[in-house]
């Protein structure tokens, strides 16, 4: 002992918390005790801190007070790692607790709790990433079904771990082969329970699982049994009891002394029988103390108690924050309702004003092609009047003819024009005349033309031709 307690001061200065607490954990197979120290020496150093570390190495005390049968320490760990988990959200820590929970119920005899716990495991290992705690949680479910007899709900969870083989650790595929085992027990297969069972002594042999090894032990002498070959059975059960008592394992001395009395009585070995029934007894007294487990009860009823509680403030929290929510989805229907009114009234109001501007486009548009036609007209008119002014004009090859040094530039300014050229020719003169009428356009071509007939006119008069 002194030289074990030196190797794991010297293993904990070498290494983190998690590395020593994954190294317990794999040595609580083979070497339950040194597992133990290492989780106690763990909790103290953390003690106060409320980490997962903390809760993992309560953990693994609690599962070592589990195989000793000291079911009170084992419950009042398990609810103290729990409240760590709980603050943490560590839905992988929650479910250990809830699985050792399980086994802890079962060997009390209480199935309901025992039930409630292991489907509480398999649900928060479905919530976390941890596929092998996974693997054990649905392992203990289909164990605890067939210690209940329902063999096909515990088939369906068979089934689910045998696809998932692969994936498993050595120890995970001794649990596997062992409620195989079983379930071909129950459904009476008993060459196939053997060969499954065997496959799983192997397993708990080499890997050095000295409980699994004392339970699978029993499990193949009470198929022995069942074959009605208790010689066989005797053996088995003979060597399941030698490794418990030599590793002072109570629960599984005392599952194997009941059914090695069994044999004994039916063997005739009465005296034999008698013998092991009272040191089964005395185990019994142990295990099995009143107030110890009146004391779990207790502890287990605050904690489904607190459970509720939890729950019912929970929902009236969760109630809460629905009427909270619905005040708020009332006063947003409520604004949305307001922004799709204006957005109404704005589409009408659009609407209106857009038909007003069409209605008055329609009439600008109307009055525009009013002015365009009468524009029109006016511009013919004008046009016209131009090509009356332009009849009075003298014609350029006239001018030509009598001027041949001459040019005309006339550019009236709105299409006609008060200005007018004017020549008359005699046999040894030529008359010419540019004019300036008073106005502008047809009113000053109007003048222009009446200008041109009086020179005309004149001329003709005088006699100058």
């Not at 070497?31 to 409320?50: A, R």
């Not at 515990?154 to 696809?163: M, N, V």
């Not at 004003?353 to 525009?368: D, F, G, M, Y």
Request: contains cysteine.
């Amino acid at each position: 002992m002194l030289f074990l307690i030196v190797f794991l001061g010297q293993y904990g200065f070498s290494q983190t918390t998690k590395e020593r607490l994954a190294y317990a954990y794999e040595l609580y197979y083979s070497n339950p005790d040194s597992s133990f120290l290492i989780c106690d020496q763990i909790s103290k150093q953390l003690s106060g801190k409320n980490s997962n570390e903390l809760g993992d190495a309560l953990v693994g005390k609690a599962r070592y007070y589990l195989l000793k049968t000291n079911f009170d320490q084992a419950i009042e760990a398990l609810n103290e790692a729990l409240k760590i988990y709980e603050q943490k959200n560590n839905f992988s820590g929650k479910a250990k607790c809830h699985s050792l929970k399980s086994i802890l119920m079962f060997r009390i005899s209480d199935k309901e709790k025992g039930f409630y716990h292991s489907k509480k495991a398999v649900e928060l290992y479905s919530l976390s990433s941890d596929v092998r705690g996974r693997i054990t949680a649905l392992s203990n479910l289909a164990y605890n079904y067939l210690s209940d007899n329902q063999n096909d709900t515990a088939f369906i969870y068979l089934l689910k771990l045998k696809r998932s083989e692969e994936g498993m650790k050595e120890n995970g595929k001794y649990f596997m082969h062992q409620n195989f085992g079983l379930y071909y027990t129950n459904v009476k297969n008993y060459e196939a329970s053997i060969a499954s069972l065997n496959k799983a002594l192997v397993i708990a042999q080499k890997e050095k699982m000295v409980d699994s090894e004392t339970s699978c032990l029993k499990s193949i002498a009470s198929t022995y049994m069942l074959l009605e070959q208790y010689e066989t059975a005797k053996k088995y059960l003979n060597k399941s009891v030698e490794i418990a008592i030599n590793n002072n394992l109570l629960h599984e001395t005392n599952e194997a002394y009941v059914t090695l009395i069994e044999v004994h009585e039916i063997l005739g070995n009465y005296k034999e029988a008698f013998r092991i029934e009272k040191l089964n007894d005395r185990i019994e007294k142990e295990i099995y103390d009143l107030e110890k487990i009146n004391k779990i009860n207790k502890i287990e009823t605050q904690l489904r108690l607190t459970e509720k509680e939890n729950i019912i403030a929970r929902q009236e929290l969760e109630l809460k924050e629905e009427q909270v929510n619905t005040l708020k989805a009332k006063s947003k229907i409520a604004q949305l309702l307001f922004v799709v009114v204006l957005s109404i009234l704005v589409i009408i109001f659009v609407v209106i004003v857009l038909l007003r501007t069409k209605k008055l486009n329609n009439e600008i548009k109307a009055q525009k092609m009013m002015l365009e036609q009468k524009n029109e007209e006016i511009t013919d008119s004008i046009t016209y009047a131009k090509r009356i002014q332009s009849a009075i004009l003298p014609d350029l090859d006239y001018f030509k003819k009598s001027l041949p040094n001459s040019f005309i530039l006339y550019k009236p300014k709105d299409i006609v024009a008060g200005d007018f050229y004017w020549m008359h020719t005699t046999n040894d003169s030529v008359l010419y005349a540019t004019a300036d009428c008073t106005g502008h356009g047809v009113p000053g071509a109007m003048v222009s033309v009446v200008c041109s007939n009086y020179l005309n006119q004149s001329v003709k008069e005088l006699k100058t031709s």
